[in-house]
């Protein structure tokens, strides 16, 4: 019995079992192996997705930005003073007919880049779908575009790879999406039967009139770029552009915009204040005389000549018998007519400004050019001495303190604190119009109403003030292309 079980367990039975089992730790390793294979292979793939995604997405991502580079290239092109600008060459015509469109051209190496061209890898198939072709791929009217190339002014290293940009003014069609022969109904006015009209900016906002826009009404301009990257990846970027409407106007060269008005006129032979209209900025005279000095209440005509050395009130000449300092309250434009309104006019200006300066200034890096003005704003005061004649618009906040052979041409607007404390000596002088207001308190806080607006100059030489309609007009258009929409263009 007992050497049965002894066989039992230790012999055959048992070494068949062990048979059986034999092979088991390979299959299981082959097993183990196979999961940490699947596994592996899977990480990779995941890996190799994602950084297709990856590169996918910053591709896409290359393009949208590309586009829209060139789309701010163009913008800032479309300023007169702009490094290469385009202003002259933006289409007054609408788009279709001839000279309707400029396409501005970015090429890269020896590529031909023609959107207006069926067979060509960057042709604009977007055109006509705002503009009626006529059942065509382009517009039917013969040199319907013109071109020009991007600046390298703008140019990044490496230059961004987008191809084209193109403006056109928007017409009330622009909106509708036209296709061949079918179009979406939408309308800037929501009439189709006036798919013919221009688009407007009225301030606020798009209004479609017959007629093309004029002042004070403004054009919007349909702005379109295309970008593709070496690896394909397209996209197109759509705005719509116009400009703010500052609706500058001057009643005297001098306006001394408030009540009890301080003056304080200098004893120099060489100074004059004249609102008689002065050639200049490139414009000619061509406007009625105004005066020399206008305030907004007759109270402060008697003020403001009392502050004129009685030797040099012949100095002072416009439309008026000299000294002319007169009442302008029936021609002061409503945006200097109270603090809301000079505050909202200030908010527009640094909206549009070239430079924003906070802080007291003891000077002016760039103060413009004859060929490049600029819109300064200076959130402060503003201190000027030596040798220094600025172009285009100039706003300070605080008190403005010229001293020698400062000048400007163009509009000078101090509104805030509404201090002038001039020290001629030079023989310089102020063409265009100039303005002073107070606005606020000595803290800085808004008034109820116009304050006492001070203006006062000492020492000898020019530095005098003449009304300039050329200059008034060339800062007055200085205010940049502002975006009113955006949009991607997903066909």
Same mark, same amino acid.
């Given at each position: 019995m007992t050497e049965e079980l002894f066989d039992t367990m230790r012999g055959k039975p048992m070494d068949r079992?062990?048979?059986?089992?034999?092979?088991?730790?390979l299959v299981m390793a082959l097993i183990a192996l196979l999961i940490v294979t699947s596994i592996g292979l899977s990480m990779m793939f995941m890996a190799d997705t994602e950084t297709s995604i990856n590169s996918n997405y910053r591709d896409e991502?290359? @393009?949208?930005?590309? #586009?829209? $580079?060139?789309?701010?290239?163009?913008?800032?092109? /479309?300023?007169?003073? %702009?490094?290469?600008? &385009?202003?002259?060459?933006?289409?007054?015509?609408?788009p279709g007919a001839v000279g309707g469109v400029l396409h501005i051209l970015n090429p890269t190496g020896s590529e031909t880049v023609?959107?207006?061209?069926?067979?060509?890898?960057?042709?604009?198939?977007?055109i006509c779908k705002e503009v009626n072709c006529s059942g065509g791929q382009v517009p039917p009217t013969s040199g319907?575009?013109?071109?020009?190339?991007?600046?390298?002014?703008?140019?990044?290293?490496?230059?961004?790879p987008y191809k084209w940009m193109r403006i056109s003014l928007k017409m009330d069609r622009s909106a509708s999406g036209w296709s061949g022969s079918t179009q979406n109904f939408m309308y800037v006015?929501?009439?189709?039967?006036?798919?013919?009209?221009?688009?407007?900016?009225?301030?606020?906002?798009?209004? @479609?009139?017959?007629? #093309?826009? $004029?002042?004070?009404?403004?054009?919007?301009?349909? /702005?379109?770029?295309? %970008?593709?990257?070496? &690896?394909?990846?397209?996209?197109?970027?759509?705005?719509?552009?116009?400009?703010?409407?500052?609706?500058?106007?001057?009643?005297?060269?001098?306006?001394?915009?408030?009540?009890?008005?301080?003056?304080?006129?200098?004893?120099?032979?060489?100074?004059n204040m004249s609102g008689a209209d002065h050639a200049g900025c490139g414009g000619a005279a061509t406007q009625p005389a105004r005066p020399a000095i206008g305030v907004p209440?007759?109270?402060?005509?008697?003020?403001?000549?009392?502050?004129?050395?009685?030797?040099?009130?012949?100095?002072?000449?416009?439309?008026?018998?000299?000294?002319?300092?007169?009442?302008?309250?029936?021609?002061?434009p409503g945006n200097m007519q109270s603090v809301n309104s000079l505050r909202d006019l200030l908010t527009t200006i640094k909206s549009n400004a070239t430079q924003v300066l906070t802080g007291n200034q003891s000077g002016l890096s760039n103060p413009g050019t004859a060929t490049s003005p600029e819109i300064i704003y200076v959130d402060g005061d503003l201190s000027l001495n030596g040798n220094l004649t600025g172009y285009g618009t100039l706003v300070v906040t605080g008190t403005f303190s010229p001293g020698g052979n400062i000048g400007w041409r163009g509009i000078v607007l101090v509104v805030g604190k509404g201090v002038v404390t001039g020290n001629g000596g030079g023989?310089?002088?102020?063409?265009?119009?100039?303005?002073?207001?107070?606005?606020?308190?000595?803290?800085?806080?808004?008034?109820?109403?116009?304050?006492?607006?001070?203006?006062?100059?000492?020492?000898?030489?020019?530095?005098?003030?003449?009304?300039?309609?050329?200059?008034?007009?060339?800062?007055?258009?200085?205010?940049?292309?502002?975006?009113?929409?955006?949009?991607?263009?997903?066909?």
């Open positions: 079992k062990k048979q059986n089992e034999r092979g088991m730790a991502q290359t @393009a949208y930005y590309a #586009a829209k $580079a060139g789309l701010e290239e163009a913008r800032d092109r /479309m300023r007169p003073g %702009a490094a290469n600008s &385009i202003n002259s060459s933006v289409p007054t015509n609408t023609a959107p207006w061209n069926t067979a060509n890898k960057y042709f604009d198939d977007e319907w575009y013109t071109t020009t190339t991007a600046s390298s002014t703008y140019a990044a290293t490496p230059v961004l006015d929501g009439k189709s039967a006036n798919a013919n009209y221009y688009v407007c900016w009225n301030g606020t906002n798009e209004i @479609a009139q017959s007629t #093309a826009c $004029a002042a004070p009404n403004k054009p919007v301009y349909t /702005m379109t770029a295309l %970008a593709i990257t070496t &690896i394909g990846t397209r996209r197109m970027l759509q705005y719509e552009l116009t400009q703010d409407s500052l609706n500058l106007s001057f009643a005297a060269a001098l306006t001394l915009d408030g009540t009890g008005d301080s003056m304080s006129g200098p004893n120099s032979n060489p100074f209440d007759t109270p402060d005509i008697a003020t403001v000549i009392a502050g004129i050395p009685s030797n040099r009130l012949s100095h002072y000449t416009g439309s008026g018998v000299a000294p002319d300092v007169e009442n302008i309250s029936a021609t002061l023989n310089n002088e102020y063409d265009g119009a100039f303005v002073v207001a107070k606005t606020v308190d000595s803290v800085g806080n808004p008034l109820s109403s116009l304050g006492a607006a001070t203006f006062s100059f000492s020492g000898g030489g020019g530095n005098g003030v003449y009304y300039s309609s050329g200059c008034v007009n060339q800062a007055s258009g200085l205010s940049e292309y502002r975006m009113v929409s955006m949009r991607e263009m997903m066909y």
